[in-house]
């Protein structure tokens, strides 16, 4: 089985070449304390047995400098592709894209939430960001949101307002799945599978709550296929920004949709990623 990493992320220790500009000033501490850089990347898919990867950014090392990513790419076109990242609320937003997409990147990702910035941002569906995501949908871009699960109205704005975008949740936008079956907490991301633009990022922060209080993995996988569809889910490891070895992080994730059929699993691990990043499946 063919399988692909949609959300790893790479670091160098050269500094003086690629210097940090961490989003909000801060660098997050999994990249000060455990960066993997693309030669260390490849060797750990060669040891667990991933094929390719789209790489994305480390808005919180690089911030909108995706130099280290481009640069990866361009070394190892056969197993790297990139997610990169820009001000989509500036003026330039559409020609930066056009610039990242010119290195051979193949998504954009937006940063609203994460390990440096514990309040959920505003500006997702500000109306001074659509001519960037306008832009998007001209470039066959899509458009992967760090966020938390408070920011879904938000998201469903843009998926109706950009219905040719193709809209990536990072963490599956980080539901709350103590409560089990039938996860009426996380009543708001099952909302989003009536909007066939969206797709969900299945990563270890969900894989690890699909283990707490009442929910387990089984009862969650499948009423997450059932209500997106495996066509709408893919593996992202966030490697290294999750602890562990990416041989540990790909065990967790197959033993987490085991219950799946064979053909949702390739979906999983590899044909969505075809779908949303194209050039993977050259």
């Known amino acids: ?90 003026p330039d937003a559409a020609e930066r894209m056009k610039y990242w997409l010119g ?22 569906d500000d109306p001074k960001s659509y001519p960037g995501w306008t832009a998007a949908g001209e470039l066959g871009l899509s458009v992967c949101l760090q966020m938390s699960a408070k920011a879904i109205p938000q998201a469903i704005n843009m998926a109706k307002r950009f ?46 709550e699909s283990r707490k209080g009442k929910a387990t993995p089984d009862t969650f996988f499948q009423k997450l296929v059932a209500e997106f569809g495996a066509q709408r889910l893919a593996w992202g490891s966030n490697y290294p920004s999750n602890e562990g070895t990416l041989p540990s992080l790909l065990k967790l994730a197959r033993e987490s949709v085991a219950s799946l059929s064979k053909t949702d699993q390739e979906w999983i691990f590899a044909k969505t990623a075809h779908t949303l990043y194209p050039v993977l499946a050259d």
């Open 1 to 90: 089985m063919t399988t692909i990493d949609i959300h790893p992320h790479i670091i160098s220790i050269d500094t003086a070449r690629y210097p940090r500009a961490p989003l909000g000033g801060k660098q997050s501490d999994w990249s000060a304390t455990r960066p993997v850089s693309m030669e260390q990347m490849l060797a750990a898919m060669d040891e667990a047995g991933v094929d390719k990867a789209a790489i994305v950014q480390a808005s919180t090392c690089y911030g909108h400098d995706n130099s280290y990513v481009a640069d990866a790419v361009a070394a190892h076109p056969e197993r790297f592709t990139g997610v990169f990242s820009v001000d989509i609320m500036a």
């Open 103 to 124: 290195k051979g990147l193949a998504g954009l990702r937006l940063f609203t939430f994460g390990s440096t910035m514990s309040e959920q941002a505003s500006w997702l």
């Open 163 to 208: 219905p040719n975008v193709k809209i990536l949740l990072d963490h599956c936008a980080r539901p709350s799945l103590e409560d089990g079956p039938p996860y009426a907490a996380a009543a708001s991301l099952f909302e989003l599978a009536k909007y066939p633009n969206v797709y969900l990022k299945l990563s270890p922060r969900v894989f690890h």
